[in-house]
């Protein structure tokens, strides 16, 4: 399996490129602002055909260049309906203060559009991409409509799977449910519900930082060490 990460934009968005080997179909995980040079260059450089573009969450520095790619190489965009319409209006995702800081920048475009082929995504789905196998799961909280993808790992007997968790899950920390549709009762049901149940061995490829494992955060993140506490797990998984 080939995977290739890069960091991208100001925000140092993580942008994903994932393939069975070199030469074949690949599917492009979140690329966001300045994302699509490198997604090119990893392109060039393994000779690889992208047929779909997943987007974790609508965050701005997830999706800024969700449109341009897939219109690049007529790929398919996948995003959980919950966040579709941030697709063409990610300011209402946004805080007021990063909101206004880009409409105040006279270089930036901020027209932003739906790629012409847009599917929604389910929690619980699999997905058949580039001869790769996604798990979908639906773990609001950061956004209403963040997704994690999870694919079985053969690179490695050690690992079993590898997942793309996007904003809900970093090295040593969690995402922010401060801006606008963030909550944070849901963020911990999410956690609780959908990482903590999960192997130790699954590699985890966050939206930002660097990679970790279900295991090593599950020792170490004091947000799921906290979540961890019988009392705590106890109220979240009877919805609070």
Excluded at 21 to 27: F, I, M
Excluded at 114 to 125: F, M, N, Y
Aim: hydrophobic letters at 40%; glycine letters at 12%; charged letters at 25%.
């Amino acid at each position: 399996m080939l995977i290739a990460g890069f960091p991208a934009g100001p925000w140092g968005t993580n942008c994903y490129v994932a393939a069975t080997e070199a030469g074949a179909e690949c599917v492009v995980v979140d690329p966001g602002k300045d994302a699509a040079p490198g997604v090119a260059e990893v392109i060039r450089e393994h000779r690889l055909k992208p047929v779909a573009v997943l987007v974790t969450h609508g965050h701005i520095d997830h999706m800024w260049s969700v449109a341009p790619v897939a219109g690049t190489y007529d790929a398919t965009a996948w995003i959980h309906p919950d966040d579709r319409d941030l697709l063409t209006d990610p300011l209402a995702g946004m805080s007021r203060e990063s909101a206004a800081m880009l409409l105040g920048m006279p270089d930036e475009r901020l027209e932003f559009a739906e790629p012409d082929d847009v599917r929604e995504l389910a929690d619980g789905v699999d997905l058949e991409l580039a001869g790769l196998r996604f798990v979908v799961d639906h773990t609001p909280g950061h956004t209403p409509g963040s997704v994690t993808f999870r694919t079985p790992y053969d690179g490695d007997a050690d690992v079993s799977e590898v997942m793309f968790s996007g904003d809900l899950l970093f090295e040593g920390s969690i995402g922010r449910t401060d801006l606008p549709g963030g909550d944070h009762p849901t963020m911990l049901r999410s956690l609780a519900t959908k990482v903590l149940t999960l192997p130790d061995d699954i590699v985890v490829l966050p939206g930002h930082g660097g990679q970790t494992s279900i295991g090593r955060e599950r020792a170490t993140n004091p947000f799921l060490l906290e979540l961890q506490d019988e009392g705590i797990a106890g109220r979240v998984t009877r919805g609070l």
